[in-house]
């Protein structure tokens, strides 16, 4: 078995420092013999994909690990946005760029380009390829990203939003943050145009990240019974008649029941790879294969499977030849040990990741919603070192307790942020003081405290063990509350007193204002304040470095002054592949393993 361990001190670009910042991207090539693979072994020169050279398809099959089910095309709405859902969605779904495999910001070129063309004010021009297309032919253009744009700043009350606070009529994920900064949508010639631009009211930190992929337009237009020409109307005049239907689809047109593969008169791709027909059996697998109307690089291998297996069952389906490729989520000590166990069947990676683990509270209802002293009390018990120290460091043995959420400690700025804005009070429990804390908080002996989480997940289980261990000393009775479908019930209900799970992040700048300020989509816990708000603010609507690194400090101090939550560690990431495979690349974005899993091929 062959290991390797990147370094930690991965550097993470920051999107949005460097306006005009760029890395390679993959060239395509001719066709040699049809049904043989002719991508070669090649070790990536930066972050990037690497250029494989000529590639033709060959014939076959390789299966990689997702641990939930598919459950839709479009994966930028609430109910479908996750990391597995988009483990999928990226290989049939193409866009102006992606993530390396330390974060930083790669544009896939053979999609198109963006450039800013000017920086004050910001304006940045798009370019498609002459040559997308979606699947079933049509053009992909200027209609598809003012549709985009659309789903991003139109409000339920037919208006473009003020300031990202109304209710949005499109059910995105990131909310109306796109239409708060472009207010005046993209602009082009007409709706068949190769070249649109977006002119922003004002900076926004991760402006590369607004745009990238898209929907399709025509296909949204003939849901809401309009050409597409009259859909771009619509949207340029706020026609409600049209927007609502065209919205109702957006919203539930492109979610999927188990096992029935998206009709592809109503989702066509753009990417590497298409639906298989017949190729989802719920709860088992879904496969996807080469799109032959794709116009760049195609892909090394046929068909690429999905299945879903559980963390705990992964290894052992690599062994048996159920799966070619696996990054088990929350690897636990014994995941190195068995993997070493397969010899050199497997090829073994493990790095640093940009995900990290957290504790967070419920502040919407329950006993820590209104109660700093019992958020305290609990925090002084949890024993995160003992967490890192048994679960993490024997997987990655530089591993630290995290004490920041938006830079990792394997960051060149981790040190100075952390100092400015922590001053060590839960590096170490102190049962005494969390004793006067809980007294303080008025709470009672035995008070229930549940924390929730996404099962099964066995080292999430030996976290919520320990912390039970040293927290019920305190007078809490720590409840494992872990469910299978935490993320879809518990979390968004709020149905729980702590939540135990992760973010997956990219490097971006300003993504943690979702998070954390008051009222945006993903801060599930009903947090708010207005320190928080105002800081987020602030370094959103500048690209300046040193801005971000001023507010990023108010803002980590003040989320541990009001103890949003308590960071954990950021976690090891570990991926191993039948050593059959090459190409096979791990990173420490959220894409996970399959970020270039298109490049992945079977020695002959």
């Not at 290991?3 to 306006?19: F, M, N, P, T, Y």
């Not at 470095?545 to 950021?570: C, M, N, S, Y």
Request: glycine fraction near 8%.
């Amino acid at each position: 078995m062959k290991i390797r361990r990147l370094s930690a001190a991965v550097a993470v670009a920051a999107s949005g420092a460097l306006l005009f910042s760029a890395c390679t991207s993959p060239a395509g090539g001719d066709n040699p013999a049809e049904g043989e693979s002719t991508a070669t072994s090649a070790s990536a020169e930066g972050p990037c994909k690497a250029d494989l050279g000529d590639i033709t398809t060959a014939d076959g099959e390789i299966k990689v690990s997702v641990e939930d089910e598919f459950l839709g095309y479009n994966s930028n709405t609430p109910e479908t946005y996750s990391t597995y859902n988009s483990a999928v969605t990226d290989r049939i779904l193409g866009g102006f760029l992606y993530f390396g495999d330390d974060g930083t910001i790669c544009p896939d070129e053979t999609y198109g380009t963006y450039k800013a063309v000017s920086e004050d004010p910001l304006q940045v021009e798009y370019t498609l390829n002459d040559e997308a297309v979606w699947s079933d032919g049509t053009p992909i253009t200027y209609a598809d990203y003012l549709l985009d744009w659309a789903s991003q700043a139109i409000t339920k009350d037919g208006k473009v939003t003020k300031d990202a606070t109304e209710a949005p009529l499109f059910n995105h994920v990131s909310g109306l943050t796109l239409g708060d900064y472009v207010p005046e949508g993209p602009k082009a010639d007409s709706p068949d145009a190769k070249t649109f631009t977006y002119d922003y009211e004002r900076p926004y930190a991760d402006w590369k990240l607004l745009v990238n992929g898209a929907f399709p337009a025509h296909v949204v237009a003939e849901q809401a019974g309009v050409s597409t020409e009259e859909l771009v109307t619509a949207i340029q005049d706020l026609d409600m008649d049209v927007l609502k239907k065209a919205a109702k689809f957006w919203n539930e047109g492109w979610l999927s029941q188990p096992g029935e593969v998206p009709d592809p008169a109503i989702a066509p791709v753009s990417g590497p790879y298409t639906f298989k027909a017949d190729g989802w059996e719920a709860g088992q697998y879904i496969t996807l294969e080469a799109n032959p109307e794709y116009w760049g690089t195609p892909p090394a291998t046929k068909e690429l499977t999905f299945r879903f297996v559980a963390a705990d069952a992964q290894i052992q389906a690599l062994a048996n030849g159920d799966l070619d490729v696996i990054q088990p989520n929350g690897p636990t000590v014994d995941t190195t040990q068995q993997l070493e166990q397969l010899g050199d069947a497997v090829n073994v990676e493990t790095n640093q990741g940009l995900t990290w683990e957290h504790l967070d509270y419920n502040f919407g209802s329950g006993i820590f919603a209104d109660s700093l002293e019992a958020r305290e009390a609990f925090a002084l018990c949890v024993p995160r070192q003992k967490i890192v120290d048994d679960l993490i460091k024997p997987i990655a043995p530089e591993a630290v307790v995290m004490n920041a959420r938006e830079v990792f400690p394997f960051q060149e700025d981790y040190e100075d942020t952390v100092s400015q804005s922590y001053d060590g009070r839960y590096d170490e429990v102190d049962l005494d003081a969390a004793k006067e804390k809980f007294a303080a908080a008025g709470l009672k002996e035995g008070t229930k405290v549940r924390i929730g989480y996404a099962a099964p997940n066995p080292r999430r289980a030996a976290e919520v063990e320990a912390i039970k261990s040293s927290c019920d000393q305190v007078g809490f009775d720590i409840v494992d509350n872990a469910a299978p479908d935490f993320f879809d019930k518990d979390l968004p209900n709020g149905d729980y007193e702590v939540a135990l799970f992760a973010w997956a992040g990219s490097g971006q700048v300003a993504s943690g204002q979702n998070i954390y300020a008051t009222g945006f989509p993903q801060n599930y816990g009903k947090y708010s304040d207005p320190v928080v708000d105002k800081a987020w603010d602030t370094l959103a609507s500048t690209t300046d470095e040193t801005v971000h690194a001023e507010q990023r400090v108010i803002i980590e101090k003040q989320l541990w002054d009001t103890l949003f939550g308590i960071p954990l560690f950021a976690h090891p990431g570990v991926i191993a592949s039948s050593s059959s495979l090459s190409n096979v690349r791990n990173t420490a974005a959220q894409s996970g393993v399959v970020w270039n899993a298109e490049q992945w091929a079977r020695a002959s």
